[in-house]
């Protein structure tokens, strides 16, 4: 799949979320990871000929990414994604969703050959005196296209990006963070509405969100604190859930089995869990009229992470022996590596 | 002069400083003042025809700019920065010493037509961990030619800008602030060094500076922490003084008679002063050959600050009149507007 373009009727996506960009950037060794591993993936869809990119949001870390951050990432969506290159497929929905009014790579005064596109997650999203988040800032330098902001919380209207590439129709319904109790209640009172196009069933049907997901029973997660997959309407064909970390980038059927959830993870650990240890990737997903195909691709930058359980009545330590103490506290220490 | 498209061997340049955006924005009134000031000079050019605009500093009011006041200015200059225009000089001098590498008309993936180029202030320069000032977002974004940044205090080399129209040249020196007692020892010291083009005398010389200007012994300023014209070198033609609040636009003969000076002075009063009380302008300047012309237009959304005296002698008041007190206090209020 990778190397080769895509076919007229293929549209092609990257997907990424929770790049966390600036995650730690003030530590002297790890400061650049997520901004090498932001590289990375843009590197792979660009080898990969992607159509597109589609972020999760938790793009940055920060809500009020430094000067450095912010320029750095600046710099690299204008490296991956401005360039003399075709874009392949038109959006034929009403661009005034977008905050410049029109989508960057229709703005006569720039050339962009591989669109970006992403939602607000909970660490990136608006609010302050303007409103604003990050994303708008790079709208406003030609480098995105923010969707997927609801203000309404009493009337959640989700209306699509259409896209269409040949005979490929794929409709991206976003849904920035919001607060989860507050969506969860959203939707129990039948305030989240989905807008769909005509001809909805010859239409791929994608949504993208960023939210706490239900993981039955067992989680630390009130069920009330979270989205459950049968909150969501079954017309989808593809959830791309962001903000959970832990890496499940393979499809996987929804319980009900009326559409397919894959969860790319973050491309930086943010924390020291079993969830951020498993290898990272991001995704690259061919849709084909009504099918699609998700290849997912490993990110080789991301600092291992390594957990290991020890048993210290099996160390033969002594309660008292302070001296044997120090000592595996400094055994302890490389065990547990970010 | 304006409205006219300046013929094929005129350089015109809208020049304009210390615009302060972002001066007072949360203040429910006078918030908004600076970013209007900021499009009407804008407009100023559009409607002139500039080739060209050139900021001296103090683009911003703070050093880091809200977020609301960072998207509203780079929205306002992609507006009248960007488009299908044509830009009729060229820069000749090696591009770079611009952050880019290339002076942003030049990016192919940009449509500039009216590039802006602009000197960082004592506001909003270069510094924090990471080294960047507001401008370099700006420059990232496509909408702004940064220069005039000197890092090495102990060998300042400037070097021109080399812009060429038809039969014209212009070499033009950027000084970005730097603290005024630190610059004058370096002066003293010489080492500030200017390179000049080959031919120099075929060039007209504009040096853009943002210091304290040197008013004779009458100022408030010791002598040691300003500039003084004496101190620039003789070959310049036209130096443009920003930081200097007080619009003294029409170009004065320097003391010595070796070149011009104009102080366009501040868009928008930062302080209760009689300098910032003048009426406001931008200029346009056309330079022909070896000669220029200075077209001053004056900015009328600058809200009016009106300074009168009061002798309270004469005012008739007693001292212990408490309720004439207020009476008069009520009366001085609207004398002092800004
Ligand atoms: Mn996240
Ligand atoms: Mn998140
Ligand atoms: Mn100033
Ligand atoms: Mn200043």
Redesign the pocket.
């Known amino acids: 799949m990778a190397d080769e373009l895509p076919d007229a009727d293929t549209l092609r996506i990257l997907i990424l979320t929770?790049t966390?960009v600036g995650f730690n950037e003030k530590d002297k060794v790890r400061g650049k990871d997520s901004l090498e591993t932001l590289e990375e993936a843009l590197q792979i869809g660009k080898n990969g000929r992607a159509d597109l990119i589609l972020h999760g949001g938790?793009l940055f870390h920060e809500n009020k990414p430094s000067r450095g951050c912010l320029f750095r990432t600046m710099n690299l969506l204008k490296q991956y994604t401005m360039g003399s290159g075709e874009v392949a497929f038109e959006v034929v929905s009403d661009p005034a969703c977008f905050g410049t009014g029109q989508v960057n790579y229709k703005d006569p005064n720039l050339n962009v050959e591989c669109p970006f596109f992403m939602i607000h997650?909970n660490?990136d999203d608006p609010g302050g005196e303007s409103n604003l988040c990050a994303a708008n800032i790079l709208e406003v330098g030609g480098l995105c296209n923010y969707f997927g902001r609801h203000e309404d919380l009493e009337d959640i209207v989700i209306r699509p990006i259409l896209l269409v590439k040949g005979k490929t129709r794929v409709a991206i319904y976003g849904l920035g963070n919001i607060r989860d109790e507050r969506l969860h209640r959203a939707f129990q009172a039948k305030k989240v509405r989905f807008e769909t196009p005509v001809d909805t069933e010859k239409w791929f049907h994608v949504m993208i969100l960023h939210q706490n997901r239900h993981k039955g029973n067992k989680g630390a997660v009130p069920s009330k604190a979270c989205i459950h997959e049968e909150m969501l309407p079954s017309f989808l064909d593809l959830v791309i859930w962001g903000?959970e970390?832990d890496c499940q980038v393979k499809p996987q059927e929804s319980l009900r089995g009326e559409f397919y959830v894959m969860q790319p993870g973050?491309s930086v650990a943010?924390s020291l869990s079993p969830q951020e240890a498993g290898l990272k990737h991001v995704a690259l997903i061919d849709v084909k009229e009504g099918v699609f195909r998700c290849n997912p691709v490993p990110l080789w930058t991301v600092r291992p992470l390594v957990m290991r359980d020890i048993v210290l009545s099996e160390t033969g330590l002594l309660k008292t022996d302070t001296q044997q103490k120090q000592k595996q506290r400094s055994i302890a220490k490389p065990k547990c590596r970010i």
């Open positions: 929770d966390h938790d997650g660490h903000h970390h973050s943010t």
